[in-house]
């Protein structure tokens, strides 16, 4: 069965007219017979009755315009949905995330974009850095936001942004109201840390910003969920770390005290924001979404004052 047999089916069908459905079709009347010769052979019914007089469907030729304009509308849908998706103007883009990127880039880009292309759809997964590069690479996610510049040739990235960390403690901790605090302090601290895997730039500004103090940190406990680590704080006398976006926005524990951020400084440790997809990408959605992420600069992202520090003699 081809698909011209069904559209000439129902050319025949709505006009009753040999003559009409044939000019409509811009086919010679005889093409039109013969067709319609072919799909009746094909189905091994008769569908169209006509004499001398008139052109009318038998019993089995209106059951079958039912079905037929059905297939033609799917097939009429499926032409239009590949075309769109070919534009990237439709489909789906799979995009992770981390804490700042879920405050600071995803919303106003999903904003501007969804305005222009309605029929886009975004899937979202929030996750630490290291679980969205392995998705990138395995194709789970279609581009991630993640801390650090992926080292892989299998990923490209660009720049956002910079991000302060902070300290996260309970309201019981001795550091809990304090502006600020020198990183060095945290010699005299027991921390919550997580495995560098979860996010290796994260983790490495930190020992970063811990030997340029010249301490070592006392790691006393390893939680990798940033939200557990807000619990374990709440409950311990532990020092966390956050970005200064999560800190700001930290939420209570139900049934216990709420975290509170402390401002690091002398160093401040930083993390720089990145965009990333797969090099190989040839996905019109992916660039469009990249190009609504650009169109989102200026980030409005927190500001950070470090306390004044008093010159040692």
């Keep these: 069965m081809e698909l011209r047999h069904l559209v000439s089916f ?16 811009h086919l010679s009347q005889p093409s039109l017979s013969q067709q319609l010769q072919r799909l009746e052979r094909n189905l091994g019914v008769e ?12 019993a089995a030729g209106r059951a079958f315009e039912t079905e037929a304009r059905s297939i033609i509308s799917q097939m009429n849908k499926a ?18 995330y981390n804490f700042p990127g879920g405050q600071h880039v995803v919303p106003v880009a999903m904003t501007k974009m969804a305005a222009d292309y309605p029929d886009v759809s975004v899937n979202l997964v929030e996750q630490r850095t290291g679980p969205q590069l392995a998705a990138l ?16 040739p299998e990923i490209a990235s660009k720049r956002l942004f910079r991000v302060p960390l902070v300290a996260v403690v309970g309201n019981g901790h001795m550091w809990a109201g ?33 030997e340029a103090s010249g301490i070592t940190l006392t790691v ?40 509170t951020p402390v401002q690091l400084y002398d160093p401040v440790p930083t993390l720089d924001l990145y965009v990333a997809w797969r090099a190989a990408n040839e996905a019109p959605l992916v660039d469009l979404f990249l190009e609504y992420v650009e169109a989102s600069r200026p980030f409005q992202i927190p500001t950070y004052r470090a ?7």
Excluded: N
């Design 307 to 313: 306390p004044e520090t008093r010159v040692r003699r």
């Design 10 to 25: 129902l050319a025949i069908a709505e006009e009753l007219h040999f003559g009409r459905a044939a000019a409509r079709l």
């Design 79 to 96: 032409t239009h949905t590949a075309r769109e998706v070919a534009a990237g103007r439709t489909g789906v883009v799979r995009v992770g």
């Design 47 to 58: 569908l169209v009755a006509r004499t001398s007089h008139d052109v009318r469907l038998t």
């Design 137 to 152: 690479v395995s194709g789970d996610l279609d581009v991630a936001i993640v801390y650090g510049r992926p080292s892989s």
């Design 220 to 259: 006393a406990h390893e939680v990798d969920d940033p939200s557990a680590t807000a619990i374990v704080v709440s409950v311990k006398p532990l020092v966390g770390f956050a970005s200064v976006s999560r800190g700001l926005h930290i939420g209570s524990v139900v049934g216990g005290p709420r975290p």
């Design 178 to 210: 304090r502006g600020g605090i020198p990183f060095g302090e945290l010699a005299r601290q027991q921390c919550v840390l997580f495995a560098r895997e979860k996010s290796p730039a994260m983790y490495d500004a930190i020992h970063a910003a811990a």
